[in-house]
């Protein structure tokens, strides 16, 4: 609680978030609105969940389970699923991938503790679908790093020590099978590991608010625009009214800090992807021999690449200092052609279809790699800053801090409240010149691997 706002009725003024540039083409593509229930005058609730990402949303659903008499409401700024969320790449990994990370592999206790909750966040993930029937081309086929250059096999080399040493099965892939998998002659080795879920995130979101139980009011293009902590209940404002919980999560990814916490900690950064229309069967001829796949790169600053159950391709890269949180339609735009590059490099005679939508996504980082999570203030609790990978981690980090706030314990509760919170980030000026500078000479670095 150390960040923690003083409790003495105040009032702060919330920026909520900037509207996206760009759709993101997993929402375009995941079936019909979910309807509009906007938000109205001044409603009581028992539990207030800001944010309907992997966070929040998970929090609402589990808040709703564990306490079914009481009343939940969710609130998002935007669309669910047109979030950062919706805007991922759709990878629920088990375990982080950054081998390049300096103690990525000596770190085997934070592996495994990340490998806990991650494994969590998944079983509740596969509980939405197999239970509750979220549709959401759900694939647990795994993920294959995989390496254009002799750095990237290096690389999964490195990786597949940390793997070695904390038991984890995995598959090395050789060229001939990598390249027959893809249709791409770009890639030379790859690692299989198989934990990981593919799915189609935008339609796991929207299809999971549908799903929600009774208990929970979601209130999407809702932004909470001003709070004042007090007695007996915080007071929550929205442009239409206010909401007075008597708890409150909030899961509002770097957001959090502009509700008075953690203040200058959290470093935006975007990451940007690229999707094709479906392609015919004649180009499928050319885009390997699986019908889907996921493919993590090597290099963390290379291209991320899925074939989707649709016949399309998507591609991912560039990191990008967001300032003050926003990226224009410039800017998305420009970081496209990096995505052509990328597709020219591993598909050159299919990348001259260009592609249908382009769009980028906040990621939130610290900068000792915290995270927020836990209570923050009287009936205050939080859980925020992916620094990276939110899919599991953050259905886990959800599920964990709602528990927490019913006063629940759990073996992941333990293991999260262990996390290191996020640190106060340099100054701006420092802050942004310094991941511009690194993101692009790591972009530099990854070569052909982008
Ligand atoms: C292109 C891209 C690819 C990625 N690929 C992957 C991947 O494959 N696997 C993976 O694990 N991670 C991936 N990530 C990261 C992942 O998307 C994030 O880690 C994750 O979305 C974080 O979840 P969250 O719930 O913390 O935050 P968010 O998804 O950012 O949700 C926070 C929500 O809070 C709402 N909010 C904020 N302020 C307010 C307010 N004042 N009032 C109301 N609502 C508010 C926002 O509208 C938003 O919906 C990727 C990210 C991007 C951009």
């Given at each position: 609680?150390?960040?923690?706002?003083?409790?003495?009725?105040?009032?702060?003024?919330?920026?909520?978030?900037?509207?996206?540039?760009?759709?993101?083409?997993?929402?375009?593509?995941?079936?019909?609105?979910?309807?509009?229930?906007?938000?109205?005058?001044?409603?009581?609730?028992?539990?207030?969940?800001?944010?309907?990402?992997?966070?929040?949303?998970?929090?609402?659903?589990r808040f709703a389970e564990v306490?079914?008499?009481?009343?939940?409401?969710?609130?998002?700024?935007?669309?669910?699923?047109?979030?950062?969320?919706?805007?991922?790449?759709?990878?629920?990994?088990?375990?982080?991938?950054?081998?390049?990370?300096?103690?990525?592999?000596?770190?085997?206790?934070?592996?495994?503790?990340?490998?806990?909750?991650?494994?969590?966040?998944?079983?509740?993930?596969?509980?939405?679908?197999?239970?509750?029937?979220?549709?959401?081309?759900?694939?647990?086929?795994?993920?294959?790093?995989?390496?254009?250059?002799?750095?990237?096999?290096?690389?999964?080399?490195?990786?597949?020590?940390?793997?070695?040493?904390?038991?984890?099965?995995?598959?090395?892939?050789?060229?001939?099978?990598?390249?027959?998998?893809?249709?791409?002659?770009?890639?030379?080795?790859?690692?299989?590991?198989?934990?990981?879920?593919?799915?189609?995130?935008?339609?796991?979101?929207?299809?999971?608010?549908?799903?929600?139980?009774?208990?929970?009011?979601?209130?999407?293009?809702?932004?909470?625009?001003?709070?004042?902590?007090?007695?007996?209940?915080?007071?929550?404002?929205?442009?239409t009214g206010t909401i007075r919980?008597?708890?409150?999560?909030?899961?509002?990814?770097?957001?959090?800090?502009?509700?008075?916490?953690?203040?200058?900690?959290?470093?935006?950064?975007?990451?940007?992807?690229?999707?094709?229309?479906?392609?015919?069967?004649?180009?499928?001829?050319?885009?390997?021999?699986?019908?889907?796949?996921?493919?993590?790169?090597?290099?963390?600053?290379?291209?991320?690449?899925?074939?989707?159950?649709?016949?399309?391709?998507?591609?991912?890269?560039?990191?990008?200092?967001?300032?003050?949180?926003?990226?224009?339609?410039?800017?998305?735009?420009?970081?496209?052609?990096?995505?052509?590059?990328?597709?020219?490099?591993?598909?050159?005679?299919?990348?001259?279809?260009?592609?249908?939508?382009?769009?980028?996504?906040?990621?939130?980082?610290?900068?000792?790699?915290?995270?927020?999570?836990?209570?923050?203030?009287?009936?205050?609790?939080?859980?925020?800053?992916?620094?990276?990978?939110?899919?599991?981690?953050?259905?886990?980090?959800?599920?964990?801090?709602?528990?927490?706030?019913?006063?629940?314990?759990?073996?992941?509760?333990?293991?999260?409240?262990?996390?290191?919170?996020?640190?106060?980030?340099?100054?701006?000026?420092?802050?942004?010149?310094?991941?511009?500078?690194?993101?692009?000479?790591?972009?530099?670095?990854?070569?052909?691997?982008?």
């Open positions: 609680m150390g960040s923690a706002i003083s409790q003495s009725s105040r009032h702060i003024s919330v920026q909520p978030p900037h509207i996206e540039a760009t759709p993101s083409g997993w929402y375009l593509t995941s079936g019909p609105e979910l309807p509009l229930v906007p938000h109205r005058g001044d409603v009581d609730c028992d539990c207030l969940v800001i944010g309907g990402g992997w966070m929040g949303l998970h929090a609402a659903r306490q079914p008499d009481a009343s939940v409401t969710l609130v998002d700024a935007g669309r669910i699923g047109n979030n950062a969320a919706g805007r991922c790449m759709g990878f629920a990994i088990d375990l982080a991938h950054n081998p390049r990370k300096h103690d990525f592999v000596e770190d085997v206790q934070g592996n495994l503790d990340e490998l806990a909750a991650n494994l969590e966040g998944n079983a509740y993930l596969r509980s939405a679908v197999e239970e509750l029937g979220v549709e959401c081309d759900w694939d647990p086929q795994g993920k294959y790093h995989s390496a254009a250059t002799d750095h990237g096999v290096a690389d999964l080399v490195n990786f597949s020590k940390a793997l070695d040493r904390m038991g984890q099965k995995y598959r090395w892939v050789e060229r001939e099978e990598i390249q027959a998998i893809t249709g791409s002659k770009h890639y030379i080795r790859a690692l299989h590991h198989p934990g990981t879920i593919l799915i189609q995130p935008a339609k796991y979101l929207k299809n999971m608010t549908r799903l929600l139980p009774k208990n929970v009011t979601v209130h999407e293009n809702t932004p909470v625009t001003g709070v004042t902590y007090g007695s007996p209940r915080h007071v929550f404002e929205t442009a919980p008597k708890k409150v999560i909030i899961c509002a990814a770097g957001y959090l800090t502009k509700f008075g916490f953690y203040p200058n900690s959290a470093i935006p950064v975007y990451t940007f992807a690229s999707m094709t229309r479906p392609l015919t069967e004649a180009e499928l001829a050319k885009a390997g021999d699986r019908p889907a796949y996921g493919l993590i790169p090597a290099d963390s600053f290379g291209t991320t690449v899925r074939r989707t159950v649709d016949n399309r391709l998507f591609l991912r890269n560039v990191y990008s200092y967001a300032d003050n949180f926003k990226m224009t339609h410039d800017e998305v735009m420009e970081t496209r052609r990096h995505q052509q590059v990328a597709f020219d490099r591993r598909w050159p005679e299919l990348s001259s279809i260009g592609f249908e939508a382009s769009w980028g996504g906040l990621l939130t980082l610290a900068q000792n790699g915290g995270m927020v999570f836990g209570k923050l203030a009287d009936n205050v609790y939080g859980a925020a800053f992916c620094n990276g990978t939110g899919v599991s981690r953050g259905t886990a980090f959800g599920k964990a801090v709602a528990e927490l706030a019913a006063g629940m314990t759990s073996p992941v509760i333990e293991i999260l409240k262990r996390k290191t919170p996020p640190s106060r980030a340099y100054p701006k000026l420092i802050t942004s010149l310094g991941v511009r500078f690194v993101t692009g000479r790591r972009f530099r670095q990854a070569g052909q691997e982008v």
